[in-house]
């Protein structure tokens, strides 16, 4: 009988915590829906996580100021670090294929690159050779 009480106050509580506690519409507001024209918000925060907010306005000297000892220019008025950039990789607008990765300016297929195997920077021996992502891939 205890396990009873225990799994219908469990449910009641649950039930509780799924009822909406402000008057507040839940819901989309009239006349939009879920599809957006363009990236949603937190998409373009991920697509370059190295690009930063400083407006450069074709001045790449402010984007060496702010981000010292890295390779920064100015692309599109924001500073972008082209080393690991897909979208402005080595120079502003290059972009990497699909399937590419930009490593050290550079696009590449991290499967089958010798100096970036699997990820960027991973050399395999000098006559090896890289096989999806693994070096002397048997």
Request: net charge neutral; glycine share 10%; proline share 3%.
């Amino acid at each position: 009988m205890k396990v009873i009480k225990i799994i219908f106050f469990s449910m009641i509580l649950t039930l509780l915590h799924m009822i909406p506690t402000n008057s507040e519409p839940t819901g989309f507001p009239e006349g939009q829906s879920v599809a957006t024209k363009g990236d949603g918000r937190f998409l373009k925060s991920t697509v370059n996580p190295r690009a930063t907010n400083h407006l450069c306005d074709k001045d790449s000297s402010v984007c060496n100021f702010f981000m010292e000892g890295r390779n920064t220019t100015c692309c599109n008025n924001k500073c972008i670090e082209t080393t690991y950039d897909g979208d402005n990789c080595g120079a502003c607008g290059q972009k990497c294929a699909l399937g590419e990765t930009c490593c050290r300016g550079e696009c590449v297929n991290l499967d089958y690159d010798k100096r970036h195997c699997g990820i960027c920077n991973n050399k395999c021996k000098t006559d090896g050779s890289c096989v999806y992502g693994i070096c002397d891939y048997a």
